[in-house]
T-cell receptor
Framework: GQNIDQPTEMTATEGAIVQINCTYQTSGFNGLFWYQQHAGEAPTFLSYNVLDGLEEKGRFSSFLSRSKGYSYLLLKELQMKDSASYLCAVVNQAGTALIFGKGTTLSVSS | KAGVTQTPRYLIKTRGQQVTLSCSPISGHRSVSWYQQTPGQGLQFLFEYFSETQRNKGNFPGRFSGRQFSNSRSEMNVSTLELGDSALYLC????????????FGQGTRLTVV
């Protein structure tokens, strides 16, 4: 089976840095995605990691450690518009499904 | 290019009825996946189709079914609706799932009363 854990909620202030952690237990691994979902909207792609290390893309970075079953999403210079749910998803062994965590709701305040 | 289109956006049905939801993927995408999203359970995988073949199915009862047409458009059907089927149903398309971004549609909000 597969299990993905993320914190349920996080709060931060504008301009700050926040790290959202994701731990996973899977029978196989084909990569890990991070998606952002604003209330009432579709999830949108943020990052994809398949090898260990840090992937940086503007204010967002994502890190993966396959040996530890661990990933994090790092958001820098937080803005109010970053208030959203952040979803960690692992590709199943067959490469035919995304298995999602329950998401982390981030609230950014001024 | 056009994104993933799901119809209808909102639907209200009564218990025991059946419903069909539609998803048109991005042109050229052959993989279509369906997910159910609820506040308590988050996004849960329903099934995935590639070139008209169901390649994987999540842990949902047989009342949930789907299909994909030769133009990659997909439909999912839920029969004998239950109150617990109330959810946002999301469709995602990708060129191939492994290692490529999945693009989500806006979803169909199904309410069962």
């Amino acid at each position: 089976g597969q299990n993905i854990d993320q914190p349920t909620e996080m709060t931060a202030t504008e301009g700050a840095i926040v790290q959202i952690n994701c731990t996973y237990q899977t029978s196989g691994f084909n990569g890990l995605f991070w998606y952002q979902q604003h209330a009432g909207e579709a999830p949108t792609f943020l990052s994809y990691n398949v090898l260990d290390g840090l992937e940086e893309k503007g204010r967002f970075s994502s890190f993966l450690s396959r040996s530890k079953g661990y990933s994090y999403l790092l958001l820098k210079e937080l803005q109010m518009k970053d208030s959203a749910s952040y979803l960690c998803a692992v590709v199943n062994q067959a490469g035919t499904a995304l298995i999602f965590g329950k998401g982390t709701t981030l609230s950014v305040s001024s | 290019k056009a994104g993933v289109t799901q119809t209808p956006r909102y639907l209200i049905k009564t218990r025991g009825q059946q419903v069909t939801l539609s998803c048109s993927p991005i042109s050229g995408h052959r993989s279509v996946s369906w997910y159910q999203q609820t506040p308590g359970q988050g996004l849960q995988f329903l099934f995935e189709y590639f070139s008209e073949t169901q390649r994987n199915k999540g842990n949902f009862p047989g009342r949930f079914s789907g299909r994909q047409f030769s133009n990659s458009r997909s439909e999912m059907n839920v029969s004998t609706l239950e109150l617990g089927d109330s959810a946002l149903y999301l469709c995602a398309s990708s060129l191939r799932l492994t290692g490529t971004e999945a693009f989500f549609g806006q979803g169909t909000r199904l309410t069962v009363v």
